[in-house]
């Protein structure tokens, strides 16, 4: 690839910079796809190996297993929701696999270290905060991705509100609060686990590798938190 086609080929993945307006310390979002080529995962981990080797502490996302110890005595239907849920996230992400041959799973090539520390919700934490008809919807639309005849219906089921004002009505109605449990409350958990490090070490610098998703709520979070945003990064690959 040229010079000129990098330039031009579009990023998947971003680093979202704030500074902290009284501390000055520096927290990096770094937004990724959960299934990308080998390399941009390489670049990204070059990146975060700058920011480590600068001090920084990772928290990254990924949804955890539960343990009795942590929700007690599992209602049934909490544990078919979760299963339910989880099959429909894996749905997608093999979907992705299956129609690019390139692309690898984020983990594969960008996986925790020791020292990265996870802040989410458990699997069985997410299920209860979704009812059952959302969880049979979101199960659904990720169905339907797969065939291209019900994809309007995915586009819905699966949360793309982008569009003409009554779809985005529709899909508020069908997702219910879906949007909610995958983004919102697991960025709230992202955002606690910050306020924990600044209260044990005040000023540390911080790197929260998340989804692309979640970039946007993210960094909400922080300048209500009265960080100020210095910029979007695109990472490429290297050619």
């Known amino acids: 690839m040229t010079k000129s086609n990098l330039a031009e080929s579009p990023a998947t993945a971003y680093t979202y910079t704030y500074i902290h307006s009284v501390r000055g310390n520096q927290v990096d979002i770094i937004g ?5 080529k080998p390399a941009v ?19 990254y996302e990924g949804l955890r297993e539960s343990c009795r110890s942590e929700y007690g005595v599992t209602p049934p239907a909490v544990a078919r929701r979760a299963g339910r849920i989880m099959g429909a996230i894996e749905l997608l992400a093999q979907h992705s696999l299956d129609t690019h041959p390139e692309f690898v799973r984020q983990w594969e090539v960008l996986g925790p270290a020791d020292t990265w520390k996870n802040y989410d919700v458990t699997e069985l934490d997410l299920a209860s905060r979704i009812g059952g008809f959302a969880a049979y919807a979101y199960a659904l639309g990720n169905e339907a991705v797969r065939q291209p005849f019900f994809r309007p219906l995915y586009g819905i089921m699966a949360g793309s509100w982008q569009g003409k004002p009554i779809r985005k009505a529709l899909a508020r109605v069908l997702h219910l609060n879906i949007g909610k449990a995958l983004l919102d409350d697991r960025n709230d958990v992202a955002l606690d686990a910050h306020d924990r490090l600044q209260e044990e070490h005040p000023g540390a610098s911080l790197v929260m590798l998340w989804g692309l998703s979640h970039a946007e709520g993210l960094g909400r979070g922080l300048r209500a938190r009265n960080y100020e945003s210095v910029g979007r990064t695109a990472i490429r690959a290297a050619s």
Request: proline share 0%; charged share 15%; glycine share 8%.
């Open 41 to 59: 995962y390489e670049a990204v981990l070059n990146v975060m190996e700058a920011r480590i080797a600068g001090g920084a502490v990772v928290h």
């Open 32 to 36: 990724v796809h959960h299934t990308d």
